[in-house]
């Protein structure tokens, strides 16, 4: 099958609304409604004509992407994995999309339809209940809700990319392992390890800025109290009345107060991790410049241990170099692309840039 015979509803309508009104313009349909309506007008035109799906070719490179979180895993050996699916499905994926009853769907992503790229790469298509909706007329009636995630494969590398959130990446990576025998090896790749898991180094090689910086304090004090934090209070007051006044005396009254209360083996350590022990996150964030090149995060980073950031970075697409954001999760090993417009050449900038996997 064609990426066309992949694409459902949902695929659709998360496309930019210029995209969407190009289309409409494009089929000679109204273009000024919204967003949401301009898909439905689409969808419904095209109602699985073929031929009229071709409408869809300027956009492949959307409509499998968009705003979405990837995370990657690895296996041993991925080498004749779609010949495995082909072979323990009872319809190949590759030609038709499997059929399903709605009724038997599970939290289980099931197989629904796949597309080649290349010799050894394709895109993998699941579907799988992730929910309920509640209808309320004359009674209410819970209904089961489901969802669809892509996968992109690289047999030749080991590499499965799931386009999903970090627990459902997970379920539906065990599942394509699955058809080689391979969940035992199967890993989520931890790409942030080789760079020491800085997020500085990320948006270096990435050739981006860093806008937004979320950490914990890399000292973490379990006797830090009450009377801690109000010794660390006064030594702040005690510097502002010192730049009022210039009064040394309070100054250094305050700071031997706190000196008794916080004692001599934590005062060892630099101030500035004192004061953010006291703190459960620590949350920083630009709008215009790069993070990295402002005074006050090069005072606290060296005393953090980063849980993610927000990094900006260009990638030429079509011949226009665009503007696009991804928040990175150290925990969750993931990557969050925050842009509807996202495309399949910045998702492989990305992939390129931090695992080395190309298409």
Not at 161 to 183: H, L, N, T, W
Not at 221 to 226: P, R, S, Y
């Amino acid at each position: 099958m064609e990426i066309c015979d992949l694409i459902i509803f949902p695929d659709l309508a998360k496309l930019p609304k210029s995209d969407l009104k190009s289309i409409c313009i494009d089929m000679g349909l109204d273009s000024s409604k919204l967003t949401f309506d301009l898909a439905k007008q689409i969808w419904s035109e095209i109602n699985d004509d073929m031929e009229k799906k071709g409408v869809f070719i300027p956009y492949y490179n959307k409509l499998l992407a968009g705003r979405i979180s990837v995370s990657w895993f690895n296996c041993d050996d991925l080498k004749g994995l779609s010949q495995q699916i082909i072979e323990k499905e009872k319809y190949n994926p590759f030609e038709q999309k499997i059929p399903f009853e709605e009724s038997e769907l599970e939290t289980k992503p099931r197989l629904r339809s796949a597309s080649m790229l290349t010799k050894n790469t394709y895109y993998l298509r699941f579907i799988y209940k992730d929910g309920t909706r509640r209808i309320v007329g004359e009674d209410v009636e819970i209904l089961p809700t489901s969802n669809t995630a892509t996968a992109y494969i690289d047999e030749e590398q080991g590499l499965i990319e799931v386009r999903a959130s970090p627990d459902e990446a997970q379920k539906i990576a065990e599942v394509i392992s699955g058809y080689v025998k391979q969940q035992l090896s199967l890993r989520k790749k931890d790409f942030i390890k080789p760079f020491g898991y800085n997020i500085d180094k990320i948006a270096e090689i990435l050739e981006g800025e860093l806008q937004e910086s979320k950490a914990a304090p890399e000292m973490w004090l379990d006797t830090f109290g009450v009377k801690e934090n109000e010794a660390i209070l006064e030594i702040l007051k005690a510097l502002d009345l010192y730049f009022e006044n210039n009064d040394i005396d309070g100054l250094q009254e305050k700071l031997d107060d706190a000196k008794a209360i916080l004692g001599e083996e934590l005062l060892a350590s630099p101030f500035i991790s004192i004061i953010l022990a006291g703190l459960g996150n620590v949350g920083l964030k630009v709008a215009t410049k790069d993070l990295r090149k402002t005074v006050f995060y090069q005072l606290l980073q060296p005393y953090l241990q980063p849980s993610g950031g927000n990094i900006r970075f260009n990638v030429e697409v079509g011949g226009i170099e665009k503007s696009f954001s991804i928040l990175i999760g150290i925990e969750s090993k993931s990557i969050y692309f925050k842009s509807n417009s996202t495309t399949e050449e910045v998702i492989e900038y990305v992939r390129e840039k931090l695992l080395g996997a190309t298409l």
